[in-house]
């Protein structure tokens, strides 16, 4: 599975602490791997049908979108900001 990244994503990854985009890169990795490795406890979105939710760790998340077998990651950050509810 191809992995791409929003420019939102990007923006939003950059301002996350070192040890954060470390976490990050390594669930990166296992969801090019295995979209549903258990330690990214993948999850369906409430934004619509093809929209995921993946753990970066207990207080961080990133989202995604599935699109022909491939995801488009769309943001990272804190639970709450990460799955844009702030």
Same mark, same amino acid.
């Given at each position: 599975m191809q992995v791409g990244k929003t420019a939102n994503f990007v923006k939003k990854y950059k301002k996350l602490p070192s040890s954060i985009q470390r976490k990050v890169d390594k669930q990166i990795n296992f969801l090019a791997i295995d979209f549903f490795h258990p330690s990214l406890n993948t999850k =369906?979105? /409430?934004? /619509? +049908?093809?929209?995921?939710?993946? @753990? +970066?760790?207990?207080?961080? @998340?990133?989202? /995604?979108? =599935?699109?022909?077998?491939?995801?488009?990651?769309?943001? +990272?950050g804190s639970h709450d900001d990460g799955l844009g509810k702030k």
């Open positions: =369906k979105h /409430g934004f /619509g +049908v093809d929209w995921w939710e993946f @753990r +970066v760790d207990y207080h961080f @998340r990133m989202t /995604g979108k =599935k699109i022909n077998g491939d995801i488009i990651l769309h943001t +990272v």
